[in-house]
């Protein structure tokens, strides 16, 4: 028992820093607006990211994310 909590700690340890998260969370920048067909540096029409956000499958969390990074800059 005592070795799988070292285990996980070191696995803990290893994870970034709650701040960093964010830049962990984005592997591809510029896929969503991509998958949209929303030209870059262009803002993603809310209502286009909405129906995007309810889609399921990897669009779906790109979406998701965007609207809480939305939702954090503010």
């Known amino acids: 028992m005592a070795a799988d909590v070292s ?3 070191k696995k803990m340890a ?4 709650r701040k ?4 962990g ?3 591809h920048p510029g896929a969503l607006h991509e ?6 540096g262009q803002k993603i ?3 286009k990211l909405k129906k995007a956000e309810n889609a399921g ?3 779906g969390q790109r ?6 990074l939305e939702h954090l800059n503010g």
């Open 7 to 9: 285990g996980l700690a």
């Open 14 to 17: 290893s994870h970034r820093t």
């Open 20 to 23: 960093d998260w964010i830049s």
């Open 25 to 27: 969370a984005i592997h």
């Open 35 to 40: 998958e949209l067909g929303v030209a870059q």
């Open 45 to 47: 029409p809310a209502k």
């Open 57 to 59: 499958g990897l669009l």
């Open 63 to 68: 979406a998701r994310l965007a609207a809480t």
